[in-house]
């Protein structure tokens, strides 16, 4: 075999490693279908692969955790290659039997705990592992670690929240609290309702969420107008936010409850609606959620005042009419930008293959596309499978899939939902994943 430098291997490895990751509550996990055959090759490319296959450790009890203990005291470059262990939530009894020493590289611990405790904060701030992830904590938390003044300002810090929920003013102040004392937060969804108080007023801005990167606002039928007016206030005191999305709660399909069709309309969306309503296609769509993203040097779509630097990024429809997709036209023409788009249809539905591709194809940026219920989509493809086909709707969405990513090249994720209501954020393929499939040089295909 021939032999190639060391630093071409590495980077080839990592290549594959992160080329179709799916980040899974940033477990720094990584894609290892390929990598496995590869690290059959030879010795140099097994110690090369070696970090990325067994960065990430499960533990589900204390069998686990002796388990792995053992192996890390008998292989070193095994204990080495572990970044992160997911201690689900045995976190408080596992993490005291958890030997540092064991496992030298140790970045993050995973927990699906929802509550904390002195004697686990404790625990989590005289341990060396600088970062602990939590899923989210339940709402509303006691706060007596706060109000008793039992914590330090930074007693926290090692502490990040995945992605919160906060459906009210009291639960936004107990959060508040917890984040004042180091604590750092990834996904922060803020749910309105009738009911409430308004929390997306002028001084929502106002508010600090250290670590934040992703805002999700989730409206339902009885939500009063808000308007975006924080944004610019709020991005500015969150460096790292780049993505907002918008999101319609109700599961009702008729298109008179389309929050986004409603006045005054929200803003980014404005001048498609109205290209909507010219065209007569106000009742053939409806726009379940919709996602602004923050403007990279890369980016050439318009900017839009006042919000300079937020472009839309993506689109989930719910078609009623397809009308030769001619609402995707309008969208590329409103949203050139746009990288993320998803679809549910009525079950009278019909998307012509050869229209879907030539309206996807008109979209550069576009990365990711996922499917809401598609069985009307793939029903067509059903009876051309071989009789002896155990799963001819997964052969048929494997099919059409297929052709899908050969005639549109640029989608590096297809995604089909059962569901009929998608994940807010859908490339951090929130919820769980039953089944994978990955096709030879193909998108990651992702059944939800």
Known sequence: MIEFPEEILQAIVESIAMGRIIPIKNCLKYETTELLPLSMVNRQFRRICLPFLFSYAELKGHIDLENLTALCASNKAFAASIKSIDLNHFLFPLLSQLPPSHFPNLVQINSTCNQLTIPLVTAIKFHPTPAFFFESLSLPPSTALIDDQLLSPSDLGKVILDHQMVTDEHQLINIGKYLSRGMRVNVLSITLNTFATPLLNESFGEHKFPGLRELVIIVDVGTRPFTLSWLRKLAREHPLLMRIVIQDSTRARTSNLDFFKREPIIPFIESFIDQVRNEGLVNAIGIRSFGISRRGDSISAPISEPFGDWYVSQMYFHVHEWASGHFLRLAHASFPGIDNLGFSTDRSVVCPFDELVSSLLRFPSLKEVFF???????????????????????????????????????????????????PPMWDRAIGSISTGVLLANRPSVIIL
Request: glycine share 2%; hydrophobic share 40%; proline share 12%.
């Open 372 to 422: 809401i219920q598609p069985i009307n989509i793939f029903e067509e493809h059903i009876p051309i499978q071989a009789p002896s086909c155990p799963n001819k709707l997964e052969a048929a969405i494997i099919q059409y899939t297929s052709h899908l990513s050969q005639q549109v090249p640029a989608i590096k994720i297809i995604g089909i939902q059962e569901d009929q209501f998608p």
